[in-house]
């Protein structure tokens, strides 16, 4: 639906941009958006802030030298591929990622599958969306009502929750025990044996990450910027998004170089410069739309002849032509040679 000639691996954010705004003008319903490793890197204020300013939802993929781990990020989180993990990740969940982003092939991705999806119960849930300033509130997977995990520096913290509180107020009742139907997936996953255990070191609570002091920390949504996206990377629903984006656009490139429109053979664009590069290439890509709407309504059985624009030309006959054919005639029965050119 857009096409910009211009120069290989340079400013290709831009003219993404520039060519998406033309399309969500003519079609208002952005979506999810996927393109190859070379917008992953992009600058952020080139493409990637731009873009969903417009509405898309980025499904990118990351280059090995992209999925690294940084403990520095914020309060002493683990921020990697654009998620915010616990301090306390276990060695085996970082190295999930990093044998993702090597993988090659959607088979070898899909094996890898329940490696990194062990990741998703030290994942930082988000507790309350950003404000106007651009904070948002992201909780420990070790607390709320429902935790993901158990650590025991989260129980030391409900503990000493628990003693500020009964100075200030009567103390609660504590239940002793409690039933589990063990029928119900949900209850046997919520239970406490049945989550995964964090292991931190032995060190003095005032040493202790914010995140494991207090419940909730305050996270910039700036963090991360390039590597942030709606589906988690790696994850299933990501697999399929990605996978299935990726696809359209190989068939594209593979159909435009079919041999009604061979978009990649300069010696069909003999023209020099690239305002008449533009311009042929526009005009394969017509031939090929044209093709593909033709093979979209045969295929769901609405293909009628008489509704083909091209049927609706009239056929008068070629003015240059009938003037070739009368002086042909004319010379036939006068018999007299033509004029001089």
Known sequence: MGMAVHSPGKEIGQQAVRLLGIVKRLWNQPGFLAGHLAYSE???ENFHA????????????????????????????????????????????IDGYHQMAGAKGSAEREALLPHLTQA????????????????ERRQCPAAGTSPRVTCPWAQDRDTASIRARARTSPPRP????????????????AHTGARPQVR??????HRRPAICQ?????????????????LPWGRAAWQRAYRSLRSHIEGLNG????????LHSRERRQSRGRVAQTLLSA??????????????????????????????????????????????????????APPEP
């Open 174 to 189: 504590v239940r002793t025990s409690h039933t589990i139907d063990l029928d119900n997936p949900r209850a046997r996953k």
């Open 214 to 230: 207090q419940s909730t920390i305050t996270v910039p949504t700036d963090l991360m910027p390039k590597l942030r996206q709606e």
């Open 255 to 262: 159909r435009a170089k079919n041999v009604d429109t061979f």
């Open 120 to 135: 998703d119960p030290y994942v930082l849930p988000l507790k309350q969306s950003a404000d106007s300033r651009g904070l």
């Open 42 to 44: 992009a600058r952020f």
């Open 50 to 93: 731009p873009v969903r300013a417009l509405g898309y939802k980025l499904v990118l993929d990351y280059k090995t030298t992209m999925v690294k781990k940084d403990k520095d990020a914020v309060e002493g989180v683990i921020a990697i591929a654009g998620e915010l993990l616990c301090p306390h990740t276990p060695h085996r969940i």
């Open 283 to 336: 005009v394969q890509l017509l031939v090929e739309n044209l093709r593909s709407i033709e093979g979209y309504l045969r295929d769901r059985r609405q293909w009628r002849e008489e509704l083909y624009a091209l049927g609706h030309i009239p056929t008068t006959p070629d003015p240059y032509e009938s003037d070739v054919q009368a002086a042909a005639e004319a010379q036939t029965i006068t018999g007299t």
């Open 200 to 205: 931190p070191p032995d060190r003095p609570s």
